[in-house]
Every structure is written in C-alpha cells, then in structure tokens.
C-alpha cells in the first residue's frame, strides 16, 4: 500500500476554520483533531490514504518544503518569511484573515519620523520587516521574538513591534497602535513541487478538491 497523503495544518487560529474547508474538500477528521488539547500530533480521516497533522503555524512550510508533509494549509505570511522555492500554492483557501502591521506606542506615533536611519523591532518576520524599512531607506535591527510582542515597547526591548493584527483589540489594550501595514495576509494551499510530480495521480485531483471547496463548488 503507497504511503497516505500528509496534510500539515496549522495550530491556532486558522484551524477552527479549516476543518470546515477540509469537510468541503470531502476530508473529515478523526474528532481529536479539532480538540486543541489533545497531545496527539498525527490524525486519521475518513479516507486511509489521507492522514493530517497538527503543527505550529511557521512549521507547517517547513515539513512540506521539506518533503515530510506533501500538501499544507499555511498563512502567505509564513510563505513570503520563508520564501521556499520548494513550495508551490496554487490555491488561495478565503480563510485566515489578517494583516501584517508596523505597531508603536501612541506617543511614539505622533512623533515626527522623518529622517529616520535605523530602528528597532520586535517580531517574528525579521527577513519581511528589514525589507519593509529597506524599502524606506531605514535599516531594521530585529529583535526575534515569538510571541507576546506587545510587551516589547513598554518592557524597553524596543520601541516597535512587527506582527499579525486582526481586530486590532490587543494592540489597543497593550498601548499600541497600527502605523504601517506590511501586507495582508490570507491561507494559501501549498503542495511540495517534487511530490507535485511524483504522485501527481493523488495530488493534482486533491488539489482540485480543494479549490473547488472554496468556490462552493461539488469537491467529489
């Protein structure tokens, strides 16, 4: 028997919505999938040749550039932090919606920053933050964090913050508030290119399946 078809999911907030997307895509979940504490990491489906994981959002690119997943659900965000020439995302999945934004304290914002040559940043994208201050002329010290980036301008570790925003709530309650938007941000599918072309048979209907969940048409 060919081994199963890996789909890499991402934990957090992505994942309520796609286990939905994956039911349009005729894939249901074994029911520890959706609970969040369970310290399972590898789930069954309804179909034996299609098992998914549940891993950290950054990883999800990396177990599929890499070959370990074949196909994942993972935010363009994480696509243009790593930019993997292994990956290919053919598929925009409609979920995920967010932002990545430039953050400041509100006195800070007010300040005139022309004439700007050098900042600090905290975040979690530091190859997308230097190129958005590059593009400005400004060159970005990033201070590598991997949560809790709120806390960064009030604690003195930096004055600004890189990272995803939503509704904007925790930005608000923390201080902060949006300067800049780096790029909007949606969940893409990404299949390995090499298994793309090995198991294209498996793949390239999967594929479909996937995009025709999205345009709500019939996915079998």
Do not use: W
Not at 42 to 67: E, K, M, Q, S, Y
Not at 121 to 129: C, G, I, N, S
């Amino acid at each position: 028997m060919a081994d199963p078809i890996i789909i890499a999911v991402p934990k957090g907030r992505i994942l309520a919505e796609a286990v939905p997307l994956l039911q349009r895509a005729g894939i249901e979940p074994e029911a520890a999938f959706s609970d969040e504490d369970s310290r399972a990491l590898r789930f069954a489906t309804n179909n034996p040749g299609i098992d998914l994981i549940r891993v950290r959002a950054f990883d999800v690119a990396t177990f599929v550039a890499h070959g370990a997943a074949q196909l994942g659900i993972v935010g363009s965000d994480v696509l243009a932090e790593f930019d993997y020439s292994e990956l290919y995302a053919p598929v925009d999945l409609g979920i995920g919606h967010c932002r990545l934004s430039v953050a400041e304290p509100k006195g800070l914002a007010a300040e005139d920053q022309a004439g700007l040559s050098h900042v600090r940043v905290a975040t979690k994208y530091p190859h997308l933050t230097r190129a958005y201050y590059e593009a400005q002329g400004i060159q970005a010290e990033c201070v590598k964090l991997n949560g809790a980036m709120e806390l960064a301008p009030s604690l003195g570790l930096s004055r600004r913050i890189v990272d995803l925003v939503s509704s904007g709530a925790t930005l608000k309650a923390n201080g902060l508030v949006e300067t800049g938007t780096i790029m909007e941000i949606s969940a893409r599918l990404i299949v390995n290119r090499a298994a793309m072309k090995m198991r294209a048979a498996e793949l390239v209907p999967l594929v479909e399946r996937f995009r025709a969940a999205v345009e709500g048409r019939d996915a079998a």
